[in-house]
């Protein structure tokens, strides 16, 4: 195992700004939490697991065929998944999990090759108002309280998006009154629609890379709020007001592009996986021009899909024949690396990362401290009852539960220290 020369002293001043820096909410509202980093703002777990895990609080089942993970806004979870001939979008109750409606409003089935059947993004909630991808790019508004469509657009139809030979993996961004979709395609990568009545406000005819699977990732950058957007050609801005192409940056992918990008004090972070690793570029504004300029670029943090989360300085996340890793945000050296869990997706949540592993045959649940100093397991577990397909969906943690999906079935846990 390395060890970094990061002293204890840093290590608190991390924890401490995450504690000060992460807003509270009561909502997990869209894809990787409030702010779309994967970063919970519970506070007051569990510091570390009994042997048996943490104990269960219910069990739902009838979600149907999928690889998304949920949304929770009030007493509502939400959660897409095939059933039959239909992709739905499903309403659970949070104290208890039991259904309170469903809504057809796509196909079901496995886009490309592999047989991974099911929607793969999370619903985004805003208000009164739930806004879900399927697979094949049919999109939806939704009356969050009972499921009625308020409207419905396809992004082949409506839009001439081009699907990704996995299907359409990018979850919705609600930004003010406009929804942002990626339906990709010759015409521009992005689209705005008005959120109340499905209306195109501005598509990015300057930028119409060949859209992948990672999401949207809303930033501030020289005073001008923009989406950041990675393909496999490259990472760019696009304005928010507009849809302008602000700035970019070549930067090649392979296959499938997937983890969205990492934006943090001037600079972006991306990494993808099949051999290509992560690149920091320093974005500048000077005289309201944009550029950007590659720091550095490596195979220290070659993510393929479980996607990253920066805590303070640090990037953690799992590297392709390097495993679970701890990399400094600015210099993209590895502070440690660790192969006892194999490849999956993580959460952050106070203090300590929740990571899950994909294997279809074992699946564990783990509880790492996030500490850049030094590699500490808390607990871990193997969830019951398992589908035996990739544990691909996110875990989320909120109000004192983690949540997991797997296909058919949603785990509810208590991690609440008591």
């Known amino acids: 195992m390395k060890k970094s020369g990061t002293t204890t002293s840093l290590v608190a001043l991390v924890v401490?700004?995450?504690?000060?820096?992460?807003?509270?909410?009561?909502?997990?509202?869209?894809?990787?939490?409030?702010?779309?980093?994967?970063?919970?703002?519970?506070?007051?777990?569990l510091k570390e697991w009994p042997a048996a895990g943490p104990p269960l609080a219910w069990k739902a089942t009838g979600l149907g065929e999928g690889y998304g993970t949920v949304a929770i806004v009030g007493q509502r979870i939400y959660v897409q998944g095939d059933k039959g001939d239909k992709t739905y979008l499903h309403a659970l109750n949070r104290a208890d999990g039991k259904l309170l409606w469903s809504t057809p409003f796509g196909k079901s089935g496995a886009p490309g090759w592999g047989g991974f059947a099911g929607p793969r993004c999370t619903p985004t909630v805003d208000g009164n108002?739930?806004?879900?991808?399927?697979?094949?790019?049919?999109?939806?508004?939704?009356?969050?309280?009972t499921g009625n469509i308020l409207w419905q657009k396809d992004y082949e139809k409506d839009f001439q998006g081009v699907r990704p030979e996995w299907g359409f993996a990018a979850s919705p961004l609600v930004d003010g009154e406009r929804v942002?979709?990626?339906?990709?395609?010759?015409?521009?990568?992005?689209?705005?629609?008005?959120?109340?009545?499905?209306?195109?406000?501005?598509?990015?005819?300057?930028?119409?890379?060949?859209?992948?699977?990672?999401?949207?990732?809303?930033?501030?950058?020289?005073?001008?709020?923009q989406y950041l957007q990675l393909t496999a050609r490259s990472?760019?801005?696009?304005?928010?007001?507009?849809?302008?192409?602000?700035?970019?940056?070549?930067?090649?992918?392979?296959?499938?592009v997937i983890p969205d990008p990492v934006y943090y004090d001037g600079h972006v972070y991306v990494t993808s996986g099949y051999g290509i690793g992560c690149n920091l570029f320093k974005v500048t504004?000077?005289?309201?021009?944009f550029s950007a300029e590659q720091v550095w670029a490596n195979k220290v943090m070659v993510n393929h899909h479980g996607g990253v989360v920066r805590l303070g300085e640090f990037i953690y996340g799992f590297s392709d024949g390097k495993g679970w890793t701890c990399q400094n945000f600015k210099t993209g050296e590895a502070t440690w690396q660790e192969k006892e869990f194999g490849k999956?997706?993580?959460?952050?949540?106070?203090?300590?990362?929740?990571?899950?592993?994909?294997?279809?045959?074992?699946?564990?649940?783990?509880?790492?401290?996030?500490?850049?100093?030094?590699?500490?397991?808390?607990?871990?577990?193997t969830p019951p009852d398992q589908s035996g397909k990739d544990n691909w969906p996110h875990p989320v943690v909120l109000d004192g539960k983690l949540y997991l999906r797997d296909q058919d079935v949603l785990l509810c846990y208590d991690v609440k220290a008591k």
Not at 23 to 42: I, K, T, V
């Open 16 to 45: 401490l700004g995450l504690i000060t820096s992460l807003a509270q909410a009561a909502d997990w509202p869209q894809w990787r939490g409030p702010n779309r980093d994967g970063l919970s703002p519970d506070t007051g777990l």
């Open 129 to 145: 108002l739930v806004f879900v991808v399927a697979q094949f790019g049919e999109i939806a508004c939704m009356d969050a309280a």
């Open 180 to 225: 942002v979709f990626a339906p990709g395609g010759s015409m521009g990568n992005i689209v705005a629609l008005n959120k109340k009545t499905g209306d195109l406000v501005w598509r990015s005819k300057d930028y119409a890379d060949e859209h992948h699977y990672a999401s949207l990732m809303p930033v501030e950058i020289g005073g001008v709020r």
């Open 235 to 256: 990472i760019a801005g696009l304005a928010a007001a507009d849809g302008a192409l602000l700035w970019r940056a070549d930067r090649r992918g392979a296959t499938a």
């Open 285 to 289: 504004a000077v005289g309201g021009k």
């Open 344 to 381: 999956g997706c993580l959460v952050y949540a106070d203090g300590h990362l929740i990571i899950r592993e994909e294997r279809k045959s074992k699946g564990l649940v783990a509880l790492i401290e996030a500490n850049p100093q030094t590699y500490k397991v808390k607990g871990k577990f």
